[in-house]
């Protein structure tokens, strides 16, 4: 599958691919099999305000060879301008379906981010659950820039098939753009938060919340003091920017 024939949507300034599940799994299975390099990307609300002002988060994520609307109000802002994106390919599903991809076909899988003691039960979690994955390696996500060469060095030697990489936006997206030509790995892929998730430190929202987009509210919900001022402030830029790609839409001055 060639990247560059898949039709994308420009959202806010960056560019979405119009793919489902499906074609992502099968684009990262062709690129193990070819040892040929996948950076994937993904944007959410937060992401899409976050970048309207942080240059270098736009660069980073730009740099993914891929980048899929990990949030519903995503794919309901393209649906808006008139050019609708196929479904919602969270980050978090593409990294679960990645491990039964393992599981089958033995691909080497290597962990880098958040707790250490977190990281590790992520680890406990496919072993017992995906005993075909191999995990190639693992370590916790807190090191600074000095140290970022080392823990490229440790990646790159380690074989790996897959790469998930669960830190902090932009410090997963700095780190992937920087050293994912130098590491080699056929399949780099961030995710956030979603090993506190798999390790059951937080709890992911109930799926008829996902699909109404409320997802968000959930978190809320779990932490009130740390996400209710986040929210409200990211969710409140997107709907004016939301408000203003229509109108633009609408009018022809930008393309859909």
């Known amino acids: 599958m060639n990247t560059d024939k898949i039709s994308k949507v420009?959202?806010?300034?960056?560019?979405?691919?119009?793919m489902n599940m499906n074609d992502v799994l099968e684009l990262c299975k062709q690129r193990i099999a070819s040892r040929k390099q996948l950076l994937l990307g993904v944007v959410n609300v937060a992401k899409l305000v976050n970048s309207q002002k942080n240059e270098q988060l736009r660069k980073s994520v730009k740099d993914a060879d891929v980048v899929l609307a990990d949030g519903l109000a995503v794919v309901w802002l393209s649906k808006l301008i008139g050019n609708p994106l196929p479904e919602r390919v969270a980050g978090i599903d593409i990294m679960t379906n990645l491990f039964e991809s393992a599981d089958k076909m033995n691909y080497r899988v290597y962990f880098l981010g958040a707790k250490k003691s977190v990281?590790?039960?992520?680890?406990?979690?496919?072993?017992?659950?995906?005993?075909?994955?191999?995990?190639a390696g693992y370590r916790d996500g807190y090191f600074n820039e000095d140290e970022y060469k080392s823990v490229a060095q440790e990646i790159k030697y380690s074989n790996a098939d897959i790469l998930f990489v669960a830190m902090t936006s932009p410090k997963k997206e700095k780190f992937l753009s920087r050293w994912s030509e130098y590491m080699n790995i056929p399949v780099c892929h961030g995710v956030g938060g979603s090993f506190d998730v798999v390790a059951g430190v937080t709890k992911r929202a109930p799926v008829w919340m996902q699909d109404i987009g409320m997802e968000w509210f959930y978190r809320?919900?779990?932490?009130?003091r740390r996400m209710w001022k986040r929210y409200l402030v990211t969710n409140s830029i997107f709907a004016g920017l939301a408000l203003k790609a229509f109108v633009q839409a609408r009018l022809g001055i930008a393309k859909p």
């Open 10 to 18: 420009n959202l806010l300034g960056l560019d979405v691919y119009k």
């Open 119 to 135: 990281v590790e039960k992520v680890v406990d979690y496919v072993g017992g659950n995906h005993p075909g994955l191999i995990v």
């Open 220 to 224: 809320v919900l779990q932490e009130p």
